[in-house]
């Protein structure tokens, strides 16, 4: 299998502002806004819809918050150069600011584990099926097999339909699932309020870096990184 590039540029001149609706918003909705009004001057304005994800269930790039400052993430070799070409043409725009542009690249491909390998999960927002019945983490708690039947779904998606892979022919384990913790609203997309949670679980499956799952992860919500 040919690997996948990954890659994340934080723009650390570029603070996000919180929504003042939400006190649990990113801010990455106006960063996205802003970023697209500079594709659309490019050479290339045809990445736009690339940047755009709005009839994209998978989004290849994705917009996040990195400790308080503006970041693009690139999943896969496509999205990937499409990042690197905007960071290209936001220097140019302000070369003063390209000392502060800081990249971060990865290469992928999926490995089964003998052992399993444990992540931690970032605002991990649920569907909107279970607004209504997710009112508290210990609801939540309660419906830990959802989560585990979720998070395979999720894992399945990332791995296949954003980056392309083949799942190898095993199955693939969930286990080891924490207690969530962190129950908290958010706004990822300037309309409604969604739910969301920090849990950390292991699988038997090396999953990519630098990457996100589940809903909001266009807008940096479902953030994985390994324990």
């Not at 150069?81 to 999926?110: D, L």
Request: with cysteine; charged share 25%; hydrophobic share 30%.
């Amino acid at each position: 299998m040919t690997p996948q590039t990954i890659t994340q540029i934080t723009f650390y001149d570029r603070k996000l502002k919180t929504s003042e609706k939400s006190s649990q918003s990113l801010g990455t909705a106006k960063w996205q806004g802003d970023v697209l009004d500079i594709v659309k001057q490019t050479e290339h304005p045809e990445l736009y819809h690339l940047f755009h994800n709005k009839k994209s269930d998978y989004p290849l790039i994705q917009f996040r918050n990195d400790q308080g400052f503006a970041a693009l993430a690139g999943i896969g070799n496509k999205a990937s150069w499409a990042v690197g070409y905007f960071a290209e043409a936001y220097m140019k725009q302000e070369p003063e600011k390209s000392k502060n542009i800081h990249q971060q690249t990865a290469y992928y491909t999926p490995v089964q584990l003998a052992e399993p390998q444990t992540y931690h999960i970032e605002r991990y927002l649920f569907p909107r099926s279970k607004r209504n019945s997710y009112q508290n983490l210990k609801s939540v708690w309660k419906d830990v097999d959802d989560i585990t039947k979720r998070l395979k779904k999720n894992i399945d998606e990332l791995v296949h339909k954003q980056l392309g892979f083949s799942l190898p022919d095993y199955t693939l384990e969930i286990k080891n699932i924490s207690e969530p913790k962190s129950f908290r609203t958010y706004k990822p997309f300037g309309t409604f309020f969604e739910r969301g949670i920090q849990l950390r679980f292991s699988t038997n499956i090396l999953l990519p870096p630098l990457t996100a799952i589940a809903t909001g992860k266009s807008k940096g919500y479902g953030c994985i990184k390994k324990v």
